[in-house]
């Protein structure tokens, strides 16, 4: 990897890296390690707590057989359309919809049609919509404790 992506995901793993995923959050657990180093061509590096914290976390994940993706929520970087569409798990439709009627904001490149959409931007929208569905459900809760819900079964 050339450049710092804001958006980096492994694919579910295979055999292998299941176990030795297994094998590594064993000897994380297990020890409760007072510190950890990652030997890099020889050189022994100090790794912080709290990014072994993290990779124990995607560690534990990919030994359950699940993708991790590890974003970069503050990130500069602008995406593409499909970049952006992956990063919110979309498809590009909806995004290009959401991009259309400015529920997105994105910004087009000089001299053409195509688009750049910001992770800040991605991010605002995933909160947007997490304080969307946590009203709707508040909402939803009060008009059922009042009585107010009659179920026609």
Known sequence: MSAVEPLFELERPDEVTRQASSRLEHAMTGARFARAVLVVDGQEVEVPKALVQVLLHAVHQQA??????????????????????????????????????????????????????????LESYLDRKVDRRARLSAAINEIAEAGLYDRQD
């Open 64 to 121: 359950a057989g699940r993708r991790v993706r590890v974003v970069a929520p503050d990130a500069d970087e602008e995406l593409t359309p499909n970049q952006a569409a992956k990063y919110l798990g979309i498809s590009r439709p909806l995004l290009v919809k959401l991009l259309d009627d400015g529920t997105i904001p994105a910004r087009n490149l000089p001299g053409s049609r195509h688009r750049r959409v910001s992770v800040a931007a």
